[in-house]
């Protein structure tokens, strides 16, 4: 699957040393009660992890290196599928077993960072870090100073503490549970994201041990040896707690998802879309929307999609992989989805309500597609109509034929598909069946209840049914009396 692009990404990376990115992915996540690994549960569609990827592809990283543990073959394999070959940066895996904290996890990935880049530290279960931010942080590290990413919490219980000096200057990052009853009253804390100079790094990642509180390696450890080697530190501090919140359980993932998805409504509003209710819409891929777009509430976009000028989509409407263009009414409770092969939908159709539109249909201009009408791998040319309960399946229809109610083409014989072909300007009946390969000539009607199995002329009506029989005075059968 292609890398998607990021809404918050800047005009372009400032000048800096080759930036690496390190993300941190080898936890278990106990508390999320799932055999699937923490980093591949999904927010707005996609694996925690791709978002974090994806915003290493935004940075335009060199290398990103993933430190896997639990479960680490899926997570790889999962990971090497998302980002695919045109993901512009190396990927590395390296593993960490056991997992003996923070510090001991970005050891295991020191020996392949080169040691002439930027470093950023992410974490594979904190997915909606801006780019933007990132960026920001680079610059504050500026290839020579370790850059800290900070956030006032009012309740900072479980987090980080920044320790600074008389005048601002970060000295020490101080784990909560090895911190003081002063510096718990420290509201400004640690997000868990650096940026720092690779081969200083190193340097520092060799002098770590495990004496605190929790007997592990702490990453947070570099900032005292940072101000006892005499490098900067210096913190890069946001007010959006957002970019920095972690997932460590279903309750927090659902936060998260809110939390994505409103600000996927407010970018939309901020474009010109008229929403019914910002807080009843998930985006799960990449939504583009022309001038003077509605929607209704509960709809669902997935993939890409793009809908141009004017264009209406209804109440409950689950859309993906496809193109809707200028004027088009999706009626409430549509299912479209063009998987690989797209979907398109021309200017100023009119679809549903609850039709289904899958991979392959291509509608042209001003075609009626109504409730209950399924349409796989078909073209309808314009002013197309087919209204009512019916199918069509490999099929090519020309303009302003009428299909009516009930009628299907038979496209598979059990062990191939075939092509009906409906030419322009054609009256198909209810409940008739198109047995395919079969054309129907250009301005032909087919009578209702048909089973057609053979090519039509063109202007030719077409009926092929079983002989109308009446028996007058016939009456039906009566039930025996019980004994």
């Not at 999962?78 to 077993?97: K, P």
């Not at 970060?170 to 994201?193: F, L, M, N, W």
């Not at 929607?295 to 004017?310: A, H, P, T």
């Not at 009516?404 to 209810?430: F, L, M, P, Q």
């Amino acid at each position: 699957m292609a890398l998607t692009s990021n809404p918050h990404l800047s005009s372009g990376a400032p000048a800096h040393a080759p930036v690496d990115v390190v993300i941190m992915a080898a936890g278990k996540g106990t508390r999320m009660r799932s055999k699937i690994p923490k980093v591949l549960q999904r927010l707005a569609g996609r694996p925690l992890l791709q978002h974090v990827v994806e915003t290493a592809a935004d940075l335009q990283a060199r290398h990103v290196v993933v430190i896997t543990g639990h479960s680490a073959m899926e997570v790889e394999a999962a990971c090497a599928d998302f980002t695919g070959a045109g993901a512009g940066f190396a990927l590395n895996f390296v593993r960490q077993v056991p997992q003996l904290g923070t510090g001991h996890a970005v050891q295991q990935a020191a020996p392949v960072l080169p040691d002439d880049g930027v470093v950023v530290v992410l974490s594979g279960d904190v997915p909606l870090t801006q780019s933007d931010t990132l960026f920001h942080l680079i610059q504050a590290c500026g290839g020579n100073k370790l850059a800290l990413l900070t956030l006032e919490q009012s309740n900072p219980a479980g987090y980080g503490r920044i320790v600074r000096d008389a005048g601002g200057a970060v000295q020490a990052i101080v784990e909560h549970k090895d911190a003081s009853e002063a510096q718990r009253a420290i509201t400004e804390i640690y997000s868990g994201i650096m940026a720092v100079p690779a081969a200083q790094l190193k340097t520092w990642l060799a002098r770590l041990d495990n004496k605190n509180a929790q007997g592990e390696y702490y990453l947070t450890d570099v900032v005292k040896f940072a101000v006892a080697d005499g490098v900067a530190v210096v913190g890069h501090k946001i007010s959006d707690p957002v970019q920095v919140a972690g997932v460590n359980s279903p309750v927090q993932l659902a936060e998260l998802e809110r939390a994505y998805q409103l600000q996927q409504a407010h970018r939309l509003m901020d474009e010109g879309v008229r929403l019914a209710d910002p807080a009843r819409i998930d985006v799960r891929g990449d939504l583009l929307c022309a001038h003077d777009v509605s929607i209704d509430v509960n709809c669902v976009f997935s993939g890409q999609v793009s809908l141009g000028e004017g264009v209406s989509i209804g109440a409950n409407c689950v859309i993906a992989n496809c193109v809707i263009e200028a004027g088009a009414v999706i009626h409430p409770f549509t299912h479209i989805d063009g998987e690989s092969l797209g979907v398109t939908v021309g200017a100023g159709a009119l679809i549903g309500p609850f039709a289904r539109l899958r991979p392959g249909a291509k509608l042209g201009a001003e075609v009626h597609i109504g409730n209950f009408v399924e349409v796989k791998n078909s073209t309808l040319a314009a002013g197309a109509k087919a209204n009512h309960l019916a199918y069509l399946g490999d099929a090519t229809v020309g303009e302003r034929v009428n299909y009516g109610a009930g009628s299907i083409t038979a496209n598979y014989d059990g062990a191939n598909k075939h092509r009906t072909v409906i030419e322009a300007d054609v009256h198909v009946g209810s409940n008739c069946v198109l047995v395919a390969p079969v054309t129907i000539g250009a301005g032909g009607t087919i009578g209702g209840g048909s089973t057609i199995t053979k090519s039509t002329e063109a202007g030719a009506l077409s009926v092929a049914r079983g002989k109308q029989v009446s028996i007058a005075n016939w009456s039906r059968p009566a039930k025996k009396p019980k004994a």
